[in-house]
């Protein structure tokens, strides 16, 4: 299982009510923080890249939640495939870190590079205009 944790089973009606829940997470406060902190650490990022499976690795490299817990300067990193241990060390929704690792995680082929590039405009596309930084 991968650490998003998200399955083919759920039916039709279940699968909108997790999606309502991940909009609701997005557009909330700590959502919109969320968002906000991954996208300043990947902006800042001298190589833009972003790795997948891991949080953050010992060489610093990171994926999206991975670039939250650096610039939020949380040294103790939760166990990745853990969405709610993860979900409580960055103070945001388990559905919203499950998210999360899922659009850094989901497209298997796609280099550091690429991975950082989707990711990015997926934030683009999710923060509210008000909460999207300067520049």
Not at 33 to 41: K, S
Not at 102 to 127: A, C, H, K, P, S
Request: aromatic share 8%; net charge negative.
């Amino acid at each position: 299982m991968s650490r998003h944790g998200y399955s083919e089973d759920l039916d039709p009606l279940e699968h909108g009510h997790w999606r309502g829940m991940v909009a609701s997470a997005i557009r909330g406060k700590r959502g919109q923080r969320l968002l906000r902190d991954i996208a300043a650490y990947m902006d800042a990022m001298p190589v833009k890249a972003l790795v997948r499976g891991d949080l953050v690795t010992p060489e610093g490299d990171a994926c999206a939640l991975g670039c939250a817990f650096l610039y939020r300067k949380i040294a103790a990193t939760p166990d990745p495939e853990d969405p709610e241990a993860v979900a409580e060390a960055l103070d945001i929704s388990h559905v919203l870190a499950k998210e999360v690792a899922y659009v850094n995680d989901e497209f298997v082929g796609y280099d550091d590079m690429r991975r950082w590039t989707v990711v990015r405009q997926w934030i683009r596309e999710n923060l509210r205009e008000e909460a999207k930084p300067n520049g």
